[in-house]
């Protein structure tokens, strides 16, 4: 085990990436970001506020989360590319319209160097906001 010097955490990997930011808010998660990627990540956060009707806005693992009668929403920023956890049912009953993204366990991946594709954000959550 390693522990952070700054934040005290604990990981199994030395010197693991992380933030040491303690995240209060969606903002403030967004707000950590060079600019460019604030404006990806607001954009994110304004489909899913927009789509997921109702739906209540926190941090959960460190990222934004949205919840609504047992249903989430998450999104991560990482290195080389943004991932948006919508659900293993959600992508499998609109995989068609992801099989050019790498989709593991009820996430799909957004790689950086490419557009992101906000419309097909947009249909996922619209797609759980109506499950």
């Known amino acids: 085990?390693?522990?952070?010097?700054?934040?005290?955490?604990?990981?199994?990997?030395?010197?693991q990436s992380h933030f040491c930011i303690e995240i209060e808010s969606v903002d403030n998660y967004i707000n950590q970001f060079p600019?460019?990627?604030?404006?990806?990540?607001?954009?994110?956060?304004e489909i899913v506020a927009r789509n997921f009707?109702?739906?209540?806005?926190?941090i959960?693992?460190?990222?934004?989360?949205y919840n609504k009668n047992n249903k989430t929403i998450h999104f991560?920023?990482?290195?080389?590319?943004?991932?948006?956890?919508?659900?293993?049912?959600?992508l499998s009953q609109l995989?068609?319209?992801?099989?050019?993204?790498?989709?593991?366990n009820g996430n799909i991946k957004f790689d950086k160097s490419r557009d992101i594709p906000y419309d097909l954000v947009e249909k996922l959550?619209?797609?759980?906001?109506?499950m």
């Open 53 to 58: 009707v109702d739906s209540e806005e926190t």
């Open 95 to 104: 995989k068609e319209d992801c099989m050019e993204f790498q989709m593991h």
């Open 125 to 130: 959550v619209i797609y759980k906001n109506n």
């Open 35 to 45: 600019i460019k990627e604030q404006a990806v990540l607001k954009s994110i956060k």
């Open 76 to 90: 991560a920023n990482h290195k080389n590319h943004i991932n948006l956890f919508i659900g293993e049912e959600v």
């Open 60 to 65: 959960k693992w460190r990222m934004p989360t």
């Open 1 to 15: 085990m390693w522990t952070c010097e700054k934040c005290g955490r604990e990981f199994k990997r030395i010197n």
